[in-house]
């Protein structure tokens, strides 16, 4: 049984950090691009960072560049992301999404398994 599963949430001041993980199980994660994306009523569903295997290359929302960090364990077969300096505009339940092969996208329909999400409240 594949599962996903987000942790890591929770209120934040803003300026402050916040490392969120997505642990995996029931399928291959050595095999899978894995992203973040992150839900507002105001945005919808957007992309924040993903992760490729193989040469273990990471790409960035342009908006977010700079202030977010993905990373990825293999053998924890963990996703992570830190966001750094957050903004009151962070403010969202944020997902990790798992797609198959080496190819990475923003888009969210291409991810094959999802997990239900973590929500991270900046405020102050």
């Known amino acids: 049984q594949v599962q996903l599963a987000e942790s890591g949430g929770g209120l934040v001041h803003p300026g402050g950090s916040l490392s969120l993980a997505c642990a995996t199980s029931g399928f291959n994660f050595s095999a899978y691009a894995m992203a973040w994306f992150r839900q507002t009523p105001k945005n919808g569903r957007e992309f924040v960072a993903a992760?490729?295997?193989?040469?273990?290359?990471?790409y960035y929302s342009d908006s977010l560049q700079g202030r977010i960090m993905m990373s990825r364990n293999e053998i924890k077969k963990t996703a992570y992301l830190q966001i750094n300096r957050a903004l009151l505009d962070d403010t969202a339940v944020y997902y990790c999404a798992a797609r198959r092969g080496r190819i990475w996208t923003a888009s969210a329909p291409e991810y094959q398994y999802w997990g239900r999400g973590t929500r991270v409240i900046v405020s102050s």
């Open positions: 992760s490729t295997i193989g040469v273990g290359r990471t």
